[in-house]
C-alpha cells in the first residue's frame, strides 16, 4: 500500500529524500506545511506528472492534502502511470498534526 503513517513519513523525507508536495490550497498551505514541501496544483486524469511535478517515475515523492482522500486519489493516478515511489501521507496534514510533527507557516 501507498499510504503511510507520518512517522514513516518523516523517513521517507530523512531517509529517501523523499518531494513532498502539498496539494492544498494556498491559504491552508500558508497557514501551515510540512517544511521542504512545495504546495502545487495537480490535476492527475489531466496533467502530465513529469511536467506538473517535475520528477521522474524513480523520484521518492510524498503528496499531502487536509484528510489524505485528495493526496490518494492522485497517488493511485501517478502509480498507474508507473510512479512506483510515490506515497500518500494517511489522514493528511490532520493526522501529522495529530502526531505533534511540526508544520511551518508563511507569514
Same mark, same amino acid.
Given at each position: 500500500?501507498?499510504?503511510?503513517?507520518?512517522?514513516?513519513?518523516?523517513?521517507?523525507?530523512?531517509?529517501?529524500?523523499?518531494?513532498?508536495?502539498?496539494?492544498r490550497?494556498a491559504?491552508?498551505?500558508?497557514?501551515?506545511?510540512?517544511?521542504?514541501?512545495k504546495?502545487?496544483?495537480?490535476?492527475?486524469?489531466?496533467?502530465?506528472?513529469?511536467? !506538473?511535478?517535475k520528477? %521522474?517515475?524513480?523520484? &521518492?515523492c510524498?503528496l499531502v492534502? $487536509?484528510?489524505? =482522500?485528495?493526496? @490518494?486519489?492522485a497517488?493511485?493516478?501517478?502509480? !498507474?502511470?508507473?510512479? %512506483?515511489?510515490?506515497? &500518500?501521507?494517511?489522514?493528511?496534514? $490532520?493526522?501529522? =498534526?495529530?502526531? @505533534?510533527?511540526?508544520?511551518?507557516?508563511?507569514?
Amino acid at each position: 500500500m501507498w499510504a503511510v503513517q507520518p512517522q514513516n513519513a518523516v523517513e521517507l523525507i530523512n531517509k529517501q529524500s523523499a518531494v513532498v508536495f502539498d496539494l492544498r490550497d494556498a491559504t491552508a498551505f500558508a497557514g501551515g506545511h510540512i517544511v521542504g514541501s512545495k504546495r502545487i496544483d495537480f490535476k492527475p486524469a489531466s496533467d502530465d506528472p513529469k511536467a !506538473a511535478l517535475k520528477i %521522474t517515475p524513480q523520484t &521518492t515523492c510524498l503528496l499531502v492534502c $487536509a484528510a489524505g =482522500q485528495t493526496s @490518494n486519489k492522485a497517488v493511485s493516478a501517478l502509480r !498507474a502511470k508507473g510512479y %512506483t515511489s510515490a506515497f &500518500t501521507l494517511s489522514g493528511g496534514i $490532520a493526522n501529522w =498534526q495529530k502526531e @505533534n510533527l511540526p508544520l511551518v507557516a508563511k507569514g
